[in-house]
């Protein structure tokens, strides 16, 4: 599944509308998100479970020991995952918490409360959010993250996010990190481009202060 949008052409109208951002774009290179297009929603939704309060290291061990559960399989389905036992998912590293959550995420998946791949397609993004924030442990961050990533949605801004906020600030050569109101007001000048944004201002965290 492709973008929901052209990236280059978001890219020059951030470079167009923000010099701050413009400058950003100029340091960072070339927009490289890449899609997960390849999970189901079930899938990326484990794996985000999987992923919380942990770095990415163990988190991707934990994940790839989950996944090796299921020979010949990208990981579990639903019905795969609620027939394994909570010793042995707990043997692969998830707490007592995740299991409760992955299980959770299984059974909405099979009572279609967790929609198809092809339904989130004709869903606008609050609705996403609200569907899918009734999973035990998924919180609207998670859905935010399966939008840009999963969806390829071309305006989600997770104002929540530590690292969109690090961004922020060291983009404008402050130490102060915006708070999520504050960083949610500044954003309105990149919409409808707000996906591709948070990609540079993540990048930004990651280097040192612009100004």
């Known amino acids: 599944m492709p973008f929901e949008y052209d990236p280059r052409r978001a890219v020059r109208a951030l470079s167009r509308g923000d010099a701050v951002m413009a400058r950003l774009i100029r340091e960072i290179g070339p927009f490289a998100l890449e899609l997960r297009d390849e999970m189901t929603p079930f899938q990326a939704l484990l794996r985000a479970i999987v992923y919380q309060q942990l770095s ?5 061990t934990i994940h790839r020991r989950l ?4 020979p010949g399989r990208r990981g579990p389905g639903p019905r795969q995952l609620l027939s394994t036992p909570d010793d042995t998912l707990r043997a ?7 299991v409760a959550s992955a299980r959770d995420l299984a059974e909405k998946t099979l009572a279609r409360v967790v ?3 092809e339904r989130l397609r004709a869903m606008d993004d609050d609705a996403i959010v609200e569907r ?9 961050w998670t859905v935010e993250m399966l939008l840009i990533f999963n969806l390829g949605r071309p305006d989600v801004f997770p104002v929540d996010d530590l690292g969109v906020r690090r961004g922020y600030a060291h983009a404008h050569g402050t130490v102060d990190l915006p708070s999520p109101a504050d960083l949610r007001t500044e954003g309105e000048r990149w919409r409808p481009h707000r996906s591709v944004a948070s990609w540079y201002l993540w990048r ?7 100004a």
């Open 56 to 60: 990415g290291a163990a988190a991707g």
């Open 132 to 140: 899918l924030i009734q999973v035990r442990g998924i919180g609207r």
């Open 92 to 98: 692969a590293g998830l707490s007592r918490g995740k």
């Open 115 to 117: 929609p198809t791949r």
């Open 204 to 210: 930004a965290s990651e280097r040192p202060p612009l």
């Open 67 to 70: 996944c090796g559960l299921y």
